[in-house]
C-alpha cells in the first residue's frame, strides 16, 4: 500500500519561505514521478512542480518557476517543496502526488488525472 503523508507549510508574510515535505512509504517502483499541485478557494487544482527518480527531471509551473525548488532526498523516500519569495497569490492547500507507472510525457505528468496516490493536503497561506 502507497501511502503520502505532508508536513509543513502553514501561515507566513509575502517574501517569506516556506518547505513542504512528502513522505512515502510502500513505494516499490524504480521510476516514478512525484509532483505537487494547489488548489485556492474557488479555483481548479494546478500542477506546481513535479520530479523523476533521482531527480533526473524537474518541472515546474510558469507561476512558480525561479521561487520554488522541488527536490528528493537520496533514499528517495522524501520530497520537498522549498517555496521561496512566497506571494499572496500562492496561498491554497497544497498536495503531493506519486505517478508510478508510465508513460511519463511533459504533458501527462503536469495533469492532477495522472496521479494515483496523494497526500493528505497541506494549507499554505501568504499574508500580504
Known sequence: QVRLVQSGGGLMQAGGSLRLSCAVSGRTSSTYFMAWFRQAPGKEREFVAAIS????????????????????????DTVHLQMNNLEPDDTAVYSCAARLLGPFSATIIKLHSAYNYWGQGTQVTVSS
Open 53 to 76: 527518480q533521482r531527480g533526473s527531471t524537474v518541472y515546474y509551473a510558469d507561476s512558480v518557476k525561479g521561487r520554488f525548488t522541488v527536490s528528493e532526498d537520496n533514499d528517495g
